[in-house]
């Protein structure tokens, strides 16, 4: 299977996926580790991909997306960013409705924790 077909089936397969520099619990650059950090507190099931694993998932990412960086957050198959969107979808509350928009489980008492302490 190809990097391509490979980096396909994981984001049709699982609900929420982050392609990321090290593993949900042992990030190795800091923007993976504040998207993980993220998910992880909002209680969020997701499958992670580690980039630094495989050269061939590494810039295989970059052009199915056609995104220059990583960490990579897709949600039931749809590109949805990297670090700062995602941090501004938190903070604006957007990342709560685009996961109750696809059924995607969170912690909404958490994100409303998220919020609080970046008001």
Sequence with gaps: MSAQETIKKTVTDNDVV???KGTKTMPQCGFSSRVAGV???MGVEY???NVLADEDIRQGIKDYSDW???PQLYVKGEFVGG???VTE?????E???LFADKGVTFDKEAADKIR???A
């Design 18 to 20: 982050l392609f990321m």
């Design 39 to 41: 998910l992880n507190f």
């Design 47 to 49: 499958a992670d991909v």
């Design 68 to 70: 220059p960086t990583i």
């Design 83 to 85: 670090c700062d969107i």
């Design 89 to 93: 979808m938190t903070l604006s509350g």
């Design 95 to 97: 990342l709560d409705q």
């Design 116 to 118: 609080e302490a970046n």
